[in-house]
């Protein structure tokens, strides 16, 4: 943990790699749909004897400004190559220039596609055939990240797809990738059995069958016990109403051969008791600090249901189909708070409502 995600982010790097290291991920904490599909960059990335690919830390940047932590963190780890992930919308051609800066002699690049689906289809570019993919929803981040460490465990990459229809970069990517097997992770709130058609229809001769649960606990559980049947002598806990955490502990995870389960910030709901009692580890690993992941034995009295989108009677803008929210569109506080109580848990904080990550968007409003 750190004082804030973009200090976690650089924690987790310094307890997994050592410098100097060959390469690191930069993503944005302030737009998550690029950087669901992050871990497929990884397993491509140029690597040397002694070197394991998985070993690549990610560390989180504002749109338009390096943290401290996080230049520290680079500084000290001073990669040949500083890999940004999603467009200048994510990570500004600026933040870019003050990378190169803090390492002269590190090739900085960026990986961008037109939108998250051919972002995530470009991550995949250079992963030859596999017999397994999984396939999560770009419209929600919860099944994503509990998704990363058990694709990296198989061995496989992530492909995003809308819920109700199945993207062309997508359907490309399966084609090309030709698994014998797909794993849907998450219900069909999330990605539809219309979208479970027509990747059976991409690819006729592969099984495809889904791993879910009721909400993004359970489906974060359910992964877990499909993909460490026999347990695990490590677990990561994340919360599971914001990505930043999880996303900068895949590595980690990773590293650990350890899943990924969500929790709440004062207590941990049922579907993730239950599966650690079955992982059975030796060490819990929570990502984040106090209030991001609970450490306690409390139970939630009701799980958490995962939210489903429903813009004709959610609160202001749909966040999906806008190209910008600001805290203008709002009159008071109040107004842009349940606006970003409502969709922070479908879309995180998209349009950065909530700048001091604090949970509170649009503090200057009345």
Known sequence: AGPDRYATSAAISQSIASAPHRAVVVASVENFPDELAV????????????????????????????????????QRLAPDHI?????????????????????????????????????????????????????????????????????ARQGTVLVLTRTASLPQPSADTLTRLAPSKVTVVGGPAAVSDAVVAQIQQALPGATVSRVSGPNRYATAAAVADAVWPNGAESVFLAPGAKFPDALSGTTAATLNDAPILLTRETCHPSETIASLADLDPALRVHLGGELATYMGTTVCGTPEPTPEPAPETAPGPDPRVVDDVDCTDFATHAEAQAWFDYWYPIVGDLFNLDRDSDGSACETLP
Do not use: C
């Open 39 to 74: 871990w497929p960059l990884v397993l491509e990335l140029p690597v040397e004897d002694g070197w394991a690919a998985e070993e690549f830390p990610i560390l989180l940047v504002g749109r338009d400004k390096i943290p401290d932590a996080v230049a520290a963190e680079i």
């Open 83 to 151: 890999v940004v992930v999603g467009g200048p919308a994510a990570v500004s051609d600026a933040v870019l220039t003050q990378l190169a800066g803090i390492v002269g002699t590190a090739e900085v690049g960026r990986v961008s596609g037109e939108d998250r689906y051919e972002t995530a289809a470009m991550l995949t570019a250079g992963v030859d055939p596999v017999d397994e993919v999984f396939v999560v929803s770009g419209e929600g981040f919860p099944d994503a990240l509990t998704a990363g460490p058990a694709a």
